[in-house]
């Protein structure tokens, strides 16, 4: 028959579609008996016995049975026996006078060890004076029954039975059995299928039994106990195909289901829970219109508030748990401890989440008893909440399995009962060994609080997924994973964290746009798409993004860390799926390891001139080579000059421009912070003071172990949370006291202007084809070659302001400037540089050394950018004025220069810090801290993540820097690199 029906969770509140089960305690009154499959304490009625879930009459109490004809149920009552030495008979139909005396049980008093109680002969016949009768040799009492009798003497089985025998009971020949066939079971261990010897042995004696339980009403609980235990085993088949004929779940869901119709009793108002039967699956009422779908159900609300208060009843989730043998044997109810795991044992504080790994033998599961457990939520005020079971890996009715996924919902099977390890399904029939284990490998239990609520929850809910493991070698490992999870209805973090994207791409694309259109102005790009535009507008696009996902995942994590630790009302929950998060987090970092290698390569190839503007002390027209070099060719032609012509050449010392080109150099990596105190400073408060400990999944806020019973695992959301925090807190203290060190003590960066005017050189650096920055150094004593007197008196004048003034204008302070250069004077650069950078058919006729270019262009650009800030050459000129407002926001110049001509912007700063160190403080904070939180992400360690940060950052990529920086003054200096320190 096939069976198709829809499995409902039913939640438990007045007004759901089930009761409350108010659950007793194991032990019930006296004359009352507990009934496993209803859960409640039942009274027993004058001359009735329970015993294994079984309901019988006393021993000294006859059965007087009446037939109702029309519904061939049979049904009895039990009568006392009138004589005091009567006991009951073999059938229970009469009393009979007992051979010796009673026993204070009831029953008549024989050597049952070695002998057998009869009262009626094989044919059926009543034996008028009942006899003690001893087995003979070979043969030993069996058949007994419900008081402990035996009836019969056997040497097998079922050799002596006049009656059919299964699974240690007798049925009448008449009665249509279960047909005894092998019952076949699948393992992702074992090729082929394998007959179950548990299910041929068991399945079709207590599918009988369990459906005279149900048709007869004879009570026989143990028979469907164990019926339901073994559908439980069989991993949910629940119909009949060609490969499975029978099994344990098909002929439970046909007893079941032929109980399933309008008016029949159901337990505790709940359908599905049918009389006699244990309730095993969720489904809707057939006697009802209404239908409630899966969704609906999970989602009803507990009317039970929970807090954060620790040491309160509301912080605790309070899980009870109703234990079976695999014989049907209800165990009493406990509450939950190790049910769950091999190995661990749950923290049910409200909002502690746990997540636990263990491993164990396959031969620890081989002998490791096999139990059943269902769980119950306990209320506060008395009464249990059944909880839901999804196994993810149920076993469909086709010859494939199927996992249950969260996308389909509607179509998943929820049951009531589970196992930890099944060691006994997979006992092969013929060979009569185990071939696989079953286990749980990974056990979630999900709590869900109910969004705008007082801390109320919906009905947790337990996954269960299963794992086979072959027997063949003891000594393997497994390992089990048992998860209490806490989530939010309502929560998205997926789409919050799309939303964030989706305006941080669209901000990082116009901000990658406005970049590329200033950079193909300040290179003087005529092609509209160039390639080197395109390239360098996906270079702005990383660097935009990697700043804004930078801002998403601190923000995200800051907020989780602000609001969920330390909360005592329910508030906010971690979200369970961090997916979004971890790739914004992944997409952030490789964004901004492109941005940090972009400014590596930026900030050591731009083009930088040291202009010396001292003058030798001799006449000018003294010295050689002024007649023969001719101004931006490029070309040095030597002419003989004399020896005294030579020395005066030499009377200026380049002493000052390698002193200027080394300080540059050291100037170049010296950040704003000290990046080794803040690496340290990270180190003590994560680690010492114990800051990590706030980056747990729990609620409670501490920083100290001894402060808390458990500690769970840590979230990732949670410790990106504490990276930012503390280096951010940490950088921000830096910069301050930065600040007022450079306000009230020293300024390395003025420090170096104030020298380049001591020295009475210039720096010239262009970072794009026609912009770059100006440090205008020319001293205003005229010269800088001086003994220590000449230029203390020097100092004193300028500061009695009896000179005049170090900016380039009139009267003017400004030494610093942005600027955009005549395409000429560029052009004119160009030029010279051209014969150090290529190699002409000319060379080689008229050979010059390497050293005489460098020293011929050295002095023509020396001569070229002295002169165009004298403003001396013709048709190159420059104006000097302020940015647009618009132009500082954007970092772009919006106005065309007037032709011909440059423009060099005031620097109300010190713009020229964008090609150093110092002055990209923020790209080198946010790949420190994005740095460490890949390596925390990869090792969940602090101290190794800011260890390793600190050398990356500090070893290599300072190292390198620095080495690139030396190499690029060099060749762009024209400043011999063995006088570079």
Not at 693 to 717: C, G, H, M, R
Request: proline content about 4%; hydrophobic content about 35%.
């Amino acid at each position: 028959m096939e069976w198709l029906f829809t499995l409902t969770w039913l939640l438990m509140s007045n007004h759901a579609f089930g009761d409350i089960i108010d659950f007793p305690d194991y032990e019930c009154a006296k004359n009352h008996y507990y009934n496993p499959v209803s859960l409640e304490c039942t009274p027993l009625a004058t001359g009735y016995l329970e015993g294994n879930g079984a309901i019988f009459c006393n021993a000294t109490y006859k059965y007087e049975y009446t037939e109702d004809n029309t519904n061939d149920d049979l049904e009895f009552e039990c009568s006392p026996c009138s004589g005091d030495d009567e006991s009951v008979s073999e059938f229970g139909d009469r009393c009979i006078s007992c051979p010796n005396d009673l026993l204070p049980s009831g029953i008549c008093n024989c050597d049952y060890k070695t002998n057998i109680l009869e009262d009626t002969e094989v044919t059926g016949d009543t034996i008028t004076l009942p006899k003690c009768t001893k087995c003979i040799d070979g043969f030993k009492p069996g058949f007994y029954d419900e008081y402990g009798i035996p009836r019969k003497c056997v040497k097998c089985q079922h050799s002596d039975c006049q009656c059919k025998f299964e699974a240690g009971y007798c049925f009448p020949n008449s009665y249509n059995q279960f047909p005894i066939v092998d019952i076949y079971v699948r393992s992702e261990v074992v090729t082929n299928q394998m007959s179950s010897k548990l299910l041929k042995e068991n399945l079709a004696g207590v599918s009988d039994l369990c459906e005279i339980n149900i048709s007869k009403q004879q009570n026989n609980i143990t028979a469907c106990q164990v019926l339901t235990n073994l559908c439980v085993l069989s991993h949910s088949y629940f119909t009949k195909t060609p490969s499975v004929p029978y099994s344990a779940c098909s002929w439970l869901s046909e007893l079941t289901t032929e109980q399933l119709t309008p008016g029949v009793e159901v337990q505790h108002n709940r359908p599905g829970w049918v009389s006699r039967v244990p309730w095993l699956l969720y489904r809707y009422d057939m006697g009802s219109s209404r239908y409630r779908s899966n969704t609906e159900a999970l989602e009803e609300k507990i009317e039970q508030f929970y807090t954060f208060e620790r040491g309160l009843n509301t912080s605790k989730l309070d899980i009870q748990v109703v234990s079976y043998t695999l014989d049907g044997k209800t165990l009493p109810i406990s509450p939950l401890t190790t049910q769950l795991s091999l190995c661990a044992e749950p923290v049910l504080t409200f909002g502690t989440t746990l997540s636990y790994t263990c491993s164990s033998s396959v031969a620890k599961l081989k002998v490791k008893e096999t139990l059943f457990h269902e769980l119950y939520l306990q209320l506060r005020g008395g009464g249990l909440i059944p909880i839901p079971v999804l196994v993810e890996n149920n076993l469909d009715n086709t010859e494939t399995g199927s996992t249950e996924t969260e996308a389909d919902i509607k179509s998943w099977s929820l049951t009531r009962r589970f196992f930890l390890v099944d060691n006994q399904l997979g006992v092969d029939q013929v060979e009569n060994t185990p071939k696989f284990v079953r286990y749980a490998a990974k056990i979630s239990l999900s709590v869900t609080v109910i969004q705008d609520t007082n801390g109320n929850i919906n009905v947790p809910l337990m996954r269960v997924s299963y794992r086979d493991v072959a027997t063949n070698e003891p000594n393997d490992k497994v390992e089990t994973k048992l998860e209490v999870l806490y989530s939010k209805s309502e929560e998205r973090l997926e789409d919050d964290m799309g939303i964030a994207v989706g305006v941080m791409s669209f901000l990082g694309l116009v901000y990658a746009m406005v970049k590329a259109v200033g950079y193909r102005r300040r290179n003087n790009i005529v092609e509209d798409c160039s390639c080197r535009t395109i390239s360098c507008f996906v270079l702005f696009l990383c660097s935009g993004l990697g700043t804004l996902f930078f801002w998403v995942i601190a923000g995200t994590s800051w907020y989780y860390l602000c609001i969920y630790k330390g909360q005592r009302a329910v508030s906010v929950f971690l979200p369970l799926d961090d997916n979004p998060f971890r790739a914004v987090l992944i997409s952030c970092f490789v964004l901004t390891l492109i941005s940090r290698l972009y400014f590596l390569f930026t900030s050591t190839s731009y083009d930088v001139f040291f202009i010396d503007w001292e003058k030798p002390k001799e006449h000018l027209e003294k010295t050689g080579h002024t007649q023969d070099l001719e101004l931006g060719t490029g070309k040095f032609i030597p002419t003989s000059t004399s020896t005294k012509n030579e020395e005066t050449l030499t009377s200026v010392s380049i002493w000052r421009t390698y002193f200027l080109a080394n300080e540059w150099n050291e100037l170049h990596s010296i950040r704003k912070i000290s990046p080794t105190f803040q690496y340290m400073a990270f180190l003590f408060f994560t680690e010492y003071v114990g800051l990590r400990y706030l980056s747990t999944s729990q609620p409670d806020a501490f920083v100290n172990t001894a402060e808390v019973n458990y500690v769970s695992q840590y979230s990732l959301i949670l410790r990106v949370g504490i990276v930012f925090s503390v280096m951010f807190i940490l950088w921000v203290l830096q910069r301050f006291y930065n600040f007022l060190y450079e306000r009230f003590i020293s300024d390395q960066v003025q420090m170096y202007i104030d020298l380049c005017s001591i020295s009475n050189i210039s720096v010239f650096i262009l970072s794009d084809n026609i912009y770059g920055h100006y440090i205008h150094g020319r001293a205003v004593h005229g010269h800088a070659d001086a003994d220590m007197a000449e230029i203390v008196t020097s100092l004193k004048r300028e500061e009695d302001n009896l000179c005049s003034r170090r900016g380039l204008g009139p009267d003017s302070e400004q030494q610093t400037f942005d600027m955009v250069i005549p395409i000429l004077l560029r052009t004119n650069y160009n030029r010279i540089t051209l014969p150090l950078t290529s190699r002409d058919i000319s060379s080689h006729r008229n050979p010059v050394s390497e050293t005489d270019k460098q020293i011929a262009a050295y002095w023509h650009i020396n001569r070229l950018f002295a002169a165009f800030i004298d403003r001396s050459l013709d048709d190159i000129d420059y104006t000097i004025g302020d940015k647009l407002f618009l132009e500082k926001v954007l970092d772009m110049e919006i106005r065309e220069p007037p032709p011909g001509k440059g423009v060099l912007y005031n620097d109300e700063g010190q713009s020229f810090e964008k090609v150093l160190y110092y002055g990209n403080e923020w790209l080198l904070f946010t790949w420190d801290v994005i740095l460490i939180v890949m390596l925390d992400y990869s090792t969940q360690n602090f101290t190794f993540a800011a260890l390793g940060a600190w050398f990356i950052n500090e070893v290599i990529l300072k190292k390198f820097s620095e080495w690139r920086c030396q190499k690029n003054v060099g060749d762009k200096a024209l400043i011999d690199e063995r006088f570079l320190l």
